[in-house]
C-alpha cells in the first residue's frame, strides 16, 4: 500500500535559518507529491505540488523535488520566518489505481523563534 | 462562504452518544473528502464522495461510522455510540475533481470531537 513518511517533530529553528523537512515514500503507479501546511487554528491548505519525476515545486519561498531514484520530496526554505511556523504534511496521490484522495504523511511541528 | 466549512467546531461528548458532524463544501467542488486527525498522527482517509457515484467507504473504520452526502453539497458524517478512541480532529475538504487522480483538496477548519 502506500505510505508516507516524514521526520518527527517539533523542529525548532531560529529565524533567518535554513529550513529541511525530509520526506519519503511507497508507492504503486507513479504518484502525485504534495506539501500541504496548517497555520495555527486555520485549515491545511495546499503549499506546493510536483506531479512527475524531478519536478519541482516551489511557493513562498519553499521548494521540492521529486525524486523518484530516491523516493523523496523534501521540503526546503533558504531562511525562514516566525511566520513560518505550522504544521507541515507531505502528501502523495497514486494515479495507478490507489485510494481516492491523499495518503499523509504523520506532520512536522515546526517552531520559529526569533 | 468562500471555504469549507465545518460545524461544529468543537464538540464534547459522553461515550455511548451518537454525534453527527457537518461539511459545507465549496460550491462547485464535486469530490468530498472526510479525514481523521488523531493526537500526534497523521490523515486517516474515512470516505470519499464523487458526484452521483457510490462512495468509498473502504476507510471507515467500524459500522458505528457512517456519512452521506446529498447531491454535491452537504455532508453529514454520523458517529453512533462513541468511545474514547473516536476523540479526534474530523477534517473534510472539497476538490474540482476526485478519482485517481484529484485537483488541490480545499480543507476546513476540522471539528474536534472529544469522547468522555
Known amino acids: 500500500g502506500n505510505s508516507v513518511t516524514q521526520m518527527e517533530g517539533p523542529v525548532t529553528l531560529s529565524e533567518e535559518a535554513f529550513l529541511t523537512i525530509n520526506c519519503t515514500y511507497t508507492a504503486t503507479g507513479y504518484p502525485s507529491l504534495f506539501w500541504y501546511v496548517q497555520y495555527p487554528g486555520e485549515g491545511l491548505q495546499l503549499l506546493l505540488k510536483a506531479t512527475k519525476a524531478d519536478d519541482k515545486g516551489s511557493n513562498k519561498g519553499f521548494e521540492a523535488t521529486y525524486r523518484k531514484e530516491t523516493t523523496s520530496f523534501h521540503l526546503e526554505k533558504g531562511s525562514v520566518q516566525v511566520s513560518d511556523s505550522a504544521v507541515y504534511f507531505c502528501a502523495l496521490s497514486d494515479s495507478g489505481g490507489g485510494a481516492d484522495g491523499l495518503t499523509f504523511g504523520k506532520g512536522t511541528h515546526l517552531i520559529i523563534q526569533p | 462562504g468562500a471555504g469549507v466549512s465545518q460545524s461544529p467546531s468543537n464538540k464534547v461528548t459522553e461515550k455511548g452518544k451518537d454525534v453527527e458532524l457537518r461539511c459545507d463544501p465549496i460550491?462547485?467542488?464535486?469530490?468530498l473528502y472526510w479525514y481523521r486527525q488523531r493526537l500526534g498522527q497523521g490523515l486517516e482517509f474515512l470516505i470519499y464522495?464523487?458526484?452521483?457515484?457510490?462512495?468509498?467507504k473502504s476507510g471507515l473504520p467500524s459500522d458505528r461510522f457512517s456519512a452521506e452526502r446529498t447531491g454535491e453539497s452537504v455532508s453529514t458524517l454520523t458517529i453512533q455510540r462513541t468511545q474514547q478512541e473516536d476523540s479526534a480532529v474530523y477534517l473534510c475538504a472539497s476538490s474540482l475533481v476526485g478519482g485517481l487522480a484529484p485537483g488541490e483538496l480545499f480543507f476546513g477548519e476540522g471539528s474536534r470531537l472529544t469522547v468522555l
Open positions: 460550491s462547485g467542488h464535486t469530490a
Open positions: 464522495f464523487q458526484g452521483n457515484s457510490a462512495p468509498d
